[in-house]
């Protein structure tokens, strides 16, 4: 939480608590850590739990960018040749930041987690990034800002050696169409789990953890009758399974979020466009509001060729600068609405969708990535991460138009 980083450096600056920084990542409870260390002082423990004095140091000084602007990679690319490449590529325009796969859509980690570390016992690593820190320095030393992403609730990986903690149909994993196997977000074992690889992460030099796929599967509505799951601590409770879907999702992000705070990163959640237009997507249990209250940023998926028929737009893929200018415009009206607003970081489209077929899309180009960049900056949002599943980026555009 930037803010509250700031805060604690401003009130010791100001002398209101003198007393030296201390990082305490491994104390079970560092606000409680704190409150002992310090107990022959007159500090208000309120004042001690706002602040966040004390977090966890990874050695690595990264300084949140002006905006971010940023890109994707995948851990083969992190961890293979192509990442000097992309590095140089960020270096050589006004981009700023990576989001990394640290654990990956089929719910491998992208790296060997180190002997003792709690993770190494489910043996999901895979040698993508043979080695994170040397990666994280050298961001540091390219002064390219590092966010995390954790593949939360589509995890094949988990679903398969622990079905329990999956849906099961006919006594096997259930899966979609795509062959992809979920996880089920009632279990706080799989919060657990999940928050373990983001404290990981940031233990390495992360300076944000980017939550995807804190949902349901699609349509899960109209199969929950017909598969079979526990809903853990929700079994009792008196919500129905629209809101029950609801409250989980929510809860994983509050839960999260307050786990992390001793290791001072940013937590921000993606999200689907269409969460941010309607009260809540009931099938899969997204409240953007609800989600938003408890992130440091929200990422809305908001690709043009992903729309249907939407902002009076029958193709929206022909149309990125209306189709991101209708959404941002519906956006920031929600976050408007918030109490501790998030910042809006919004996932942009450098892709051509030619799977939409002739006369529904159009090949994106320099142009297209622009038009969509200045949708943003004229409803006053200035971050933005650029979305190519092969990492291959658009060459010739003005990111800061």
Known sequence: MKWLKQVSAAVIAAGVLA??????????????????????????????????????????????PDAVRGIFLTGHSAGGARFSQLADYVESTDLNAMVIDIKDDFGHLTYEPEEGSELAEFDIGKP???????????????????????????DTELAERRPELSYTAGGEVWKNGRGEAFVNPY???????????????????????????V??????????????????????????SVQSRVQAVTDFVAYAEERLEPYGVDVSVDIFGYAAMVPEEPNIGQNFSK?????????AMIYPSHWGPSFGLDKPDLYPYELIDGYAE????????????PVSRPW?????????????????????????????????????????????????????P
Request: proline residues 4%.
């Open 19 to 64: 007393v030296p920084q201390v990082h305490a990542a491994e104390q079970a409870n560092v606000q409680d850590f704190a409150l002992r260390a310090y107990s022959n002082f007159p500090i208000n423990p309120e004042l001690v739990a706002a602040t966040k004095l004390f977090y966890y140091d990874s050695g690595l000084d990264f300084t949140y």
């Open 128 to 154: 993508y990034i043979a080695d994170p820190r040397s990666l994280l320095e050298e961001m540091e030393e390219r002064e390219i800002y590092p966010i995390a992403r954790i593949v939360v609730f589509k």
């Open 187 to 213: 279990m706080k074992e799989v919060w657990d789990y999940n928050v373990q690889i983001a404290i990981e992460a940031a233990k390495m030099g992360f300076q944000e953890i980017q939550f995807d796929y």
């Open 215 to 240: 949902r349901f599967p699609e349509g899960f509505g109209y199969m929950d009758e017909e598969l079979t799951y526990s809903r853990g601590d929700y079994e009792e409770s008196d919500l129905d």
């Open 291 to 299: 989600i938003s209250e408890n992130v440091d940023v929200i990422s």
């Open 330 to 341: 519906a956006e920031s009206a929600r976050i408007a609405e918030l109490e501790n607003p």
């Open 348 to 400: 942009i489209q450098d892709f051509t969708a030619s799977y939409l077929g002739s006369g529904n899309y159009k090949v994106y180009g320099p142009q297209e990535v622009e038009a969509q960049i200045k949708a943003l900056k004229d409803n006053g949002i200035n971050e933005y991460l650029l979305w190519n599943a092969g990492n291959k980026y658009t060459n010739g555009v003005d990111y800061t």
